[in-house]
Each structure stands twice: as C-alpha cells, then as structure tokens.
C-alpha cells in the first residue's frame, strides 16, 4: 500500500502518558510530543485513537480511564494510574494496526501478549536500569530515536525522528529582544546557574522561567542571582505565553550540564528567531546549527563570548531551520514513513 | 477430576515478588508465604514452578530472571524488576494450568492477555488506590484472602485462606520464658512503643526484635525505652533463631495500631507456645483465640492486666490451634481446595 492507502485503511493508537494531560497545561515533554503526534497524524487524514488522560484535548478518539495526570491529582498513586493506563491500551490493541507508544519501557513487558506491531519512540533513557528492558524486547516493538546522539549501542533502530514542535504560536519578532532567557526545569542538570554567570559577566540581563524541581540547588545555586532587577525568576511558563517571552530574548541559554536528547525548548527559542547558546553536549549539536542558529559552547567563558556574536545570527535564518527540520508537518512525514516501513515488515512476517 | 487426579495432571506456576530471595533471608512475609505454598505443594505431590529471584531456594522448578531481591540490591531499580519478573511469567502462562499470584495487583493487570487462569491471594490493601485494580480485574482473576477482615466489600472471593507458617523449626519448651517479646517492623503502626510501655508498667524487661523500616519513629519513640538492661534491642532476627528468641519469650507483643491484615509472627509465636497480647484489630481476633492463646486488648491498661494473667494460657494449647490452623499443610489443604474449585469452575466455562 501507498501513503495514501495506509492513511485510509489503517488504524493507529497514540499511548501517552498520564502524568500530566496531553497536551500539557505546562511541563510535560512526552505528551507534548504525543499531542503533537496524534494532531499532527489526524491532519494528514489518519484515523487516530489516543490513550491520554480524560482531559486531554485532541481532534482524534480520546480513549481514556485516568481522569487526570497523577502529577496534578496527588490523591493518586502513578503505579496505579500507569499499570491501568497501559493494560487498557493492551486489552484494546486488536481494535488497532499500529500501537505508536510514547510512554517508556512499562508498555515493552505486554507487547508478547499482544499481536498488534508496536513502534515505541525511546524519549530517552531516564537510568541505566531501563536499558534492560529496551534490550529484552527489542525483537518485540520497533524503536525510534529523538536524535542520533540518543542511541544505545546494543538497540535496533529504524530511525531517527527529531521532536517537531507546534509553530503557530511562536512569531519572528521585527527586532531582537534585549534580554538572556533560561527556560526549562530549574535543576542542576540544566544549568541555570551558568546561565546566571553567562549573565553577570555579559553584563545583560537574564529571565529564569521554568518549574523548580530541585528546590535545594535553587536556593543555593540560582537564588543567589536573583535580584528582581538584573536577574529575575518569573515561575513556570505554559506554551502559549513563550512567544511573549521568546519577544523579550536576545538569546536563549541552554547550558545543560548532561547531554541533551533532544531539546525541545532550543527547537521552540529558534521557531521564534531567538539565537539559543548551547554546550555542545548530546544532541545540541544536532539541534543548533553552529553559526547560523546559535552557538555551541563549552564553558561560560565561550558562552559569553557566543553572546557578543548574536548581532551575527538571523532571526529568519533560525525560524527557517526550524520550520525545514522541527516544524509538526515534518516529524508527522518522518513517522508516517516508519509506519510504512513497519506495515512492509510486518506484511513480509505474514 | 478428582485431587488426586489434579496434582497428577495439572501445572501450576506460584510467582512470587522480587524483593527478597523466595524464602527470604529474614523480612519478607509475602515470599515467605509463597515460598510455604510452594514447598507445600511440592510435598503434596503437585507439579510446581516458582518464578522468583534467582538465588531463590525450592524443591520445585525454579524460572528466575531476576538474580537478586532488588531491596537486597541496591544498584537494581524495583519498577524495572517487577515489570520484567511478571512479564516473564505472563509470557509463559499458556505452559500452566493455574498462575498462583502472591504478588500483589500489578499481575492483574496482563490477566486479559492471557488465557490460563490465575488465583491472586490478596495479602493486603497497600494503600487505596490499589483497590481500584482488583475492581477492575475481579472477574479476570480469582481472588482469596487471608483473613476475613481483610477483605474489600466490592470484591468477589472463592475463600479465605489463612497463611501457613513452617512449624519445623519452632519448638514448645519446658518452661515458659521470663521476657516480653515483641517481633516485627520497628514502625509506628506496629505499637513498638506500647509494647515498651506495657513492659515498663508490668514491671517485666522487653527484648524488641525486627528491622528498622521508620528511623525517626525507632529514635524518638522506641530508642529512649531501651536501656540494655530491662529493654533491649537486638536487631531482625531470621526465622532460624526465632525459636530461641521465643524460648525467652513469656508473652508476645502484638499492639498494632493499624487492623492487621493476617499477622502471621502471632500464629509463629503461638507455634513455639507463647501467648500473645495483641490489640483486637482487623484480623487478631482470627489468630488468636481470646483466652486460649493469648489476650485481645484494647490499649495499655488492659495490655498489662493481660500479662498479669498469662499463666493461665497453655502453652500446648497455643501450639496445637497453630497445627490445626496455620500450619503449611492446612494452608496447602485449603489452597487445594480453591484449586479444585477453580479448574470446577473452568470447565464449566469451556
């Protein structure tokens, strides 16, 4: 069958996961990517059924028996949630020709019970204990990666399908902000306190958005720059203010200590024609391109050397790479041949 | 078929849980009990594979994935370990006619993926949440509890089966004991601090024995009692040095707070002839025969006029409702039983 054929006969179920709705109100990288997905998907003319928490909001079938995300709803426990979750998509998979899961390992250890191919999108490896089951089921559910750098060495992969982030609320400014911008999880993983020292010595000023996960290392490593003039924290940020944000960004800081597995918030800064400044870690380099959207940098000394070169990068340049590599259309046409190739191998089994 | 003609044809597979080695070296109550079942079985002539850890000791047939009991390594992480331990033996149900569960409601949750029936002893309510599992599955799996106070009113049960305890190693001594016992979790549920109270107003010295699962409750509660002389603490005690434990033992102290679901160290204390004194909550009341093995209490005052009285509980009496009741071959009996009536039950069916 060709596309267009597959897109008419073949029924797929998106798996999401139930920590928060899909898509999220504000963090929640998986079902971000699980929303844009299944939106995406119906777009193109598939039929979609997706398994996401009640209140989620999607064009496609919503089939759902968590009422809400148990990191919104603390009277529930995620063991629970998420072994109900899964089995319901299980215990539904005939209905289904494609099982596209998007919820880490768990949904590996029912897929030899269950006859309908599964394509499982590794998001990345949270500890090395997981390798384990990715590494038993191989053979049983087709993997993709979110960039080349992301890849176990003992894993079969079809491909590699960069996230594609929703463009239509991120617009190319007329002039470039005056202000460094952090955006993301305030974690030592991430760090914002050399965002923080990229700002002091550029002499500029920072805005720190993003939940607080780790409320220790706030208070002793970022805290300690804030200073509600220079420096500022201003709490999370849900999708639809970014681009008011973004207005205000002369550059995004992404001075992540671990390598990155993707990034989506580098893909979201470029979309609305902020240069990022990266450490070239992980997948960074595969996101940024050095020169022409941003810079890789290795230490904070070349990170405030890169924020004196942004005068060089073009905003356009930016949004265009992102609509070419990162936009929606193009990871949806990047699933949409795994599918096709999965449906081929799948006809050659039979 | 008759029982003879179901040990001889039918194949059972007990999974038990991979916290602790099958039995385990000391704590464990649930692979205790599926280890008794096992061995039970085994002796009874029924043809058994018992999924547990690796290192795991049995007369049955071993299938074992995981190497160690993942709280006796650390390095392991328990939501990798269980998926991969259930997993396994869901992909190999169709080679038994019976899947015993001793491990919780997870299991349930691959039950309508497969088509050998499976018995789930629910060895207790962990929190409520889980409830919502067991609901959803009560007719994809048979259910038993251990008490009949521990049961959940919405729930469907075949019997309640109480555990069995091994009697090998616990003997009935001359004479009785000059020490109060307690023996359990240092936890505030378990009433370690009535227990001393009890021992300081009787007038009698207290050997506490048991693992310490709540550090604050053991130091601010417990610690200041313990004095080395009168009230001691000596550590968790294996099931082979619990008979001498008990040969010091005058009374057992049993004042939990929270209902005890079964309270299998009541019934291994009444094995060895010592009383006990346990608060009347949840399943006490069915291990202990008020007057004949020991005292139901309802707070401390009573708790210590029960010691005063303890003299006139028999020791032989204590042991021999344990034979009758809570021995591993009157567990077996009664677990056949359930047996039976599933594959009755099965059969009707098809």
Known sequence: MNLEQLRKNKKIAILSPVAWRTPPRQYGAWETVASNITEGLVDRGWDVTLFATADSITQANLHAVIDKG????????????????????????????LIHNNYDFLPLSYTRLIDTPMLTTIHGFSSDNIRRVYRKYKHDSYYTSISDSDRDPELPYLATVYNGIDLSNLTVGDTRGGKLVFLGRIHPDKGVHLACETAKKSGMDLIIAGIIQDERYFNEKVKPYIDDKHITYIGPVGPPERDALFKQAYALLHLNELPERFGLVMAEANGAGVPVIAYDRGSC????????????????????????????????????????????????????????EIFRLEDQKS
């Open 285 to 340: 380099r595969e996101v940024v391109a050095d020169g022409e959207t941003g810079f890789l940098v290795t230490n904070v000394t070349e990170s405030v050397e890169a924020v004196k070169k942004i005068d060089t990068i073009d905003p356009t340049a930016c949004r265009r790479r992102v609509d070419e590599c990162f936009s929606i259309p193009t990871m949806v046409k990047a699933y949409e041949k795994v599918y096709a």
């Open 70 to 97: 148990y990191e919104e709803d603390p009277s529930q426990e995620a063991k629970v949630v998420e072994c109900l979750q899964i089995s319901e998509m299980m215990e539904h998979a005939e209905q289904f020709d």
